[in-house]
Nanobody, 125 residues
Framework: QVTLVESGGGLVQAGDSLRLSCAAS????????MGWFRQAPGKEREFVAT????????YYADSVKGRFTISRDNAKNTLYLQMNSLKPEDTAVYYC??????????????????WGQGTQVTVSS
């Protein structure tokens, strides 16, 4: 069974940092692009960041560019999201995802076939 499990969420104050992790099991995603999405209450799921299979290329939503960093460790089958200078508007459930196939990054949810259950991030002002 293939699973993605996010961890590292929590309640922080504006300006703080958090590091999310996404551990994959059941198969290797070393050759799949992966990404982070988030969903705030009452809003649709939105793209946050994506990374290609090797980690050499990344792409971010404008709202997080310069504050968030996506990375991966293929040896550990793990995806990360370092979030700095957090803002209240970053409050959401954060989901990691892996593409069905393909190593190129993608900023829409359709190419992603594997999803985690999500981890809550709450940023207080």
């Amino acid at each position: 069974q293939v699973t993605l499990v996010e961890s590292g969420g929590g309640l922080v104050q504006a300006g703080d940092s958090l590091r999310l992790s996404c551990a994959a099991s059941g198969r290797s995603f070393s050759y799949n692009a992966m990404g982070w999405f988030r969903q705030a209450p009452g809003k649709e799921r939105e793209f946050v960041a994506t990374i290609n299979w090797s980690g050499s290329n990344t792409y971010y939503a404008d709202s997080v560019k310069g504050r968030f960093t996506i990375s991966r460790d293929n040896a550990k089958n793990t995806l990360y999201l370092q979030m700095n200078s957090l803002k209240p508007e970053d409050t959401a459930v954060y989901y990691c995802a892996a593409r069905w196939y393909g190593g190129d990054y993608a900023d829409t949810p359709e190419p992603y076939g594997y999803w985690g259950q999500g981890t809550q991030v709450t940023v207080s002002s």
